[in-house]
């Protein structure tokens, strides 16, 4: 059995690549330097798995679609906010409240409908600051977007509640949260619009809702994908899976595929450079990577492929929220003991599913370049924030955005994924 073990992880190690860092960046006589660093060796968005297959019979815990509200599919949940801003018939300088802390593919799409982006302050526990929000609304203010961030329902009921007393439409961004309630409320009972984003919980590479109880206009015909595309995409989630040991069973059927493909390439005489890109159906983790920051208004009409609108019905939704809950809590446990580490919320309440941990490390740019290089894996929310908002906006944001890390704590994490994560950061902490 481990001879097995062994070989596994040797060949999924042997389909890990690495990539430039567009983070730790430094200056050698004037010329910005970028770094190679090893792909993660632990996904840091869940990938597909046998273990997490199938439950048809299972009762679903609470999730964002039980609302039954009616749906539009969307690529990504970015486009999921440009369907909200058209139904809302948004006109030119309409002004849209978003929170300082953000990621750039929420603003892309306010600019991209002609609206004007105005950034609010955000409590250092991640809730909306109505008082900041009360300040900055003014009549041109047609819609507020407040985050439950990393799977915490934050005071959205409180943000609710301002909308309706300004008459304000309130788009509830759902993206890191899909599953849970709290004080009875199922995610996603708030807002007018709710932005769904599949990719965060789930093993796949696009997808996503716009949710409302009552759409403004008649729902839009979104586009599906080509059957080549959708076939493709499947591929590339099984490759992305062997990449991190899982599906294993399924590796000499990948292999045999690339060779004949590469085959077929060749001989139709188009080996150009992107194309001899072969051996993989996508480039997977790049995709990722790039996907974080990418926004192409033309996907907008756009449906995710058929595999990656049905795996999120199909796979085990209790095994997923039992999962992140207790990874969730072991890792905190981990996290409050080691040094430079403070928590940014501190509980775990009952219903809630977290999305991934957010942990505050004092003076992070000192050990950033060691986390990279040891393939932590991790996402830098709000890394990088809209160039024209001022910085002195929010002085959470400022700080939280280059001292947070969001560590993974998805269901395809081992104990022993959680062990090597915590004591990598550990010896990178303490050590230095
Ligand atoms: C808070 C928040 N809202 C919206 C989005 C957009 O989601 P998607 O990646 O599905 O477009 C993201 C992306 O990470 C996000 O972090």
């Known amino acids: 059995m481990k001879i097995l073990e062994k070989y596994i992880a040797q060949y999924a190690a042997s389909r890990r690549g690495s990539f430039v860092s567009q983070t730790t960046t430094g200056e050698v006589n004037g010329k910005t330097v970028y770094i190679h660093i090893p792909e993660a060796v632990i996904p840091v968005f869940p990938v597909l798995s046998f273990a997490s297959l199938f439950s048809f019979f299972d009762t679903k815990p609470e999730n964002v679609l039980d609302h039954n509200y009616a749906r539009i599919p969307v690529f990504a949940a970015r486009y999921a906010i440009a369907h909200a801003l058209k139904q809302m018939n948004i006109s030119p300088g309409d002004e849209i409240l978003l929170p300082a802390y953000h990621c750039t593919v929420m603003v892309a ?37 407040a985050v439950n961030y990393c799977g915490f329902i934050q005071n959205m009921a409180e943000v609710h509640a301002l909308c309706k007393e300004k008459n304000i439409k309130l788009i509830e961004d759902c993206a890191h949260s899909f599953f849970g309630q709290k004080n009875g409320v199922t995610v996603g009972g708030f807002g007018d619009y709710i932005l769904v984003s599949s990719r965060k919980f789930f093993p796949v590479e696009e997808g996503g809702y716009l949710l409302a109880p009552h759409f403004g206009q008649t729902l839009p015909e979104q586009k599906s994908q080509t059957l080549l595309k959708s076939t493709k995409s499947f591929l590339a989630l099984i490759e992305r899976s062997l990449k991190f040991g899982k599906l294993w069973l399924l590796a000499p059927l990948i292999e045999l595929l690339n060779i004949l493909i590469k085959f077929a390439k060749r001989l139709r005489k188009k080996n150009t450079a992107a194309q001899n890109h072969a051996d993989s159906f996508s480039s997977g983790q790049d995709i990722c990577q790039e996907g974080e920051n990418y926004y192409d208004h033309s996907l907008m009409d756009k449906k995710p492929v058929f595999v990656d609108s049905l795996l999120p019905t199909l796979l085990n939704s209790t095994k997923i929220t039992k999962s992140r809950r207790k990874n969730y809590l072991w890792l905190s446990e981990q996290f409050r003991g080691i040094k430079h580490c403070r928590l940014i919320i501190e509980d775990l309440p009952e219903g809630i599913v977290p999305f991934m941990l957010p942990v505050y490390i004092e003076n992070l740019k000192e050990y950033f370049p060691a986390f990279e290089t040891a393939a932590i894996p991790m996402q830098r929310f709000a890394q990088f924030l809209w160039p024209d908002m001022k910085a002195d906006i929010c002085p959470v944001t400022a700080d939280y955005s280059k001292n947070v890390i969001l560590f993974p704590c998805h269901q395809e994490l081992s104990q022993q994924d959680m062990l090597w994560l915590a004591s990598t950061v550990r010896n990178i902490l303490e050590q230095a």
Do not use: H, Q, W
């Open 109 to 145: 799409p306010i600019l991209k409908m002609a609206g004007k982006a105005v950034f609010y302050k955000i409590a250092p526990n991640l809730d909306a600051d109505l008082l900041d929000i009360r300040e900055k609304i003014t009549p041109n203010t047609k819609a507020i977007i």
